[in-house]
């Protein structure tokens, strides 16, 4: 559906619950809410960290239903020392959103192999390159990586280094806009419609009426409950 589409079901919706409180919404404010509630969404169903402790890559169903979002690129790292390199995701040619998988070339003398990351939890990567059995190791393909900020660290060891770290990823889905206002800068903005499959869409309307409630009036128990219940 299109977001004009999107905007009068919102809009129904609303109208069917108070139409006093909801006569009033414009345009841009239900923008607002649906872009909000569109990463909400993404992030809490697709995110590696999410509720089912399972990962995009694991689900089929994930991926036919973010395809459209998936990008595959090569970052070239920036050496820190002869153990530690620093790959940053700003250099990406779209804006990351949610790693999917990854794998590094590691070179120890002539050899050169690809080797899938081990992404390790911040807070344990200083245990990890002690440990006999997760450290770096070129022979037991082993490359444990963490998450700073806009940045992937990798780690190897004095006999091996690393290069070019091959990421599959999803991208940030383009904002909506019904498209009859203008921007901070004054400039007109066009109709974008959901970058989401049809079924997602319905979700995010769900998603979005609900965050427009839980706004405007004083969030229950069973509220909160529907929440969690739309974004699981």
Known sequence: MDIREMHYLIKLRMDKVDSLHYDNFLSYEIDAYLNRSQIQLLNTRYNINNIYKKGFEGNQKRIEDLKHLLEHEILQPEIIDNVSYRYNLDNLESKYFIHIS???????????????????????????????????????????????????????????????????????????????????????????????PEHLQYELIDLTVLNIKIDIE???????????????
């Not at 490359?143 to 999803?170: A, H, T």
């Not at 004083?218 to 699981?232: A, Q, R, Y």
Request: charged share 25%; aromatic share 14%.
């Open 218 to 232: 004083s969030p229950t128990t069973k509220e909160s409950n529907d929440l969690l219940t739309i974004i699981e």
């Open 102 to 196: 990854s794998q590094v070339l590691a070179t120890k003398g002539s050899c050169k192999i690809n080797i899938s990351t081990d992404i390790t939890e911040h807070d344990d990567i200083y245990q990890v390159l002690k440990d006999d059995n997760y450290k770096p190791s070129f022979e037991w393909m082993v490359v444990p990586f963490v998450f700073r900020k806009n940045y992937m660290y990798g780690y190897s060891d004095v006999d091996f280094s690393l290069g070019g770290l091959e990421i599959d990823y999803l991208r940030y889905p383009r904002n909506m806009y019904f498209g009859d206002y203008e921007d901070f800068n004054g400039n007109l903005l066009i109709q974008q419609n959901s970058e989401l």
